[in-house]
């Protein structure tokens, strides 16, 4: 069972939409989850961080981490053209020092 | 305020050769990560150094080696370079839990 699981794209949202992007780890003692941004060619961005149960917004972007289920997920409202790009899911664990990530749900905004 | 830089951008190698990369971190960070990450995947760990030391390692073989010098910034060494060494190759600031990436090292082995 790898790490990180996200689900597969590619995912195409037309513009205006809300993208919903979903993201499961298997190391229970994970404390710290992380949603980066890859466009085509370029390195990842870090756009969001939670560390808690709950919600967490900022600007059009809204992270959900459930703990006990072991998910955390990223929506994306409002989805525009420059939203397109590879998300990609990372989890530090407890005592850990590295970053697990997932290998990316790929999306697609259509204006 | 600089973020993290790498160099160089790209580089192309034969089998067998040795190569280094190397990373300046963001100002005020104190650790670097590398990454790798092949194409279509999410990086994959190698090494993080803090305060001079490796700190924790991947599963990555002993070709792969780092360092980090006083002012933080770092290399990575990669030695008898294979075909699947091929990849973009990522280094990452932090000075909390949060890591924040440089532009990479994409790197082909030919």
């Known amino acids: 069972q790898k790490e990180v699981e996200q689900n597969s794209g590619p995912l195409s949202v037309p513009e205006g939409a809300i993208a919903s992007l979903n993201c499961t780890y298997s190391?229970?003692?994970?404390?710290?989850f992380f949603w980066y941004r890859q466009y085509s060619g370029k390195s990842p961005e870090l756009i969001m961080s939670?560390?808690?149960?709950g919600d967490k917004e900022d600007g059009r972007f809204t992270a959900q981490l459930n703990k006990a289920s072991q998910y955390v997920s990223l929506l994306i409202r409002d989805s525009q053209p420059s939203d397109s790009a590879t998300y990609l899911c990372a989890v530090n664990g407890a005592n850990d020092y590295k970053l697990s990530f997932g290998a990316g749900t790929t999306v697609t905004v259509r204006a | 305020d600089a973020g993290v830089t790498q160099s160089p951008t790209h580089l192309i190698k034969t089998r067998g050769q040795q190569v280094t990369l190397r990373c300046s971190p963001k100002s005020g960070h104190d650790t670097v990560s590398w990454y790798q990450q092949a194409l279509g995947q999410g990086p994959q760990f190698i090494f993080q150094?803090?305060?001079?030391?490796?700190?924790q390692r991947g599963n990555f073989p002993d070709r792969f080696s780092g360092h980090q010098f006083p002012n933080y910034s770092s290399e990575l060494n990669v030695n008898a370079l294979l075909l699947g060494d091929s990849a973009l190759y990522l280094c990452a600031s932090s000075l909390s839990n949060e890591q924040f990436f440089g532009p990479g090292t994409r790197l082909t082995v030919l």
């Open positions: 150094y803090y305060e001079e030391e490796e700190r």
């Open positions: 939670i560390y808690s149960n």
């Open positions: 190391d229970r003692v994970s404390q710290s």
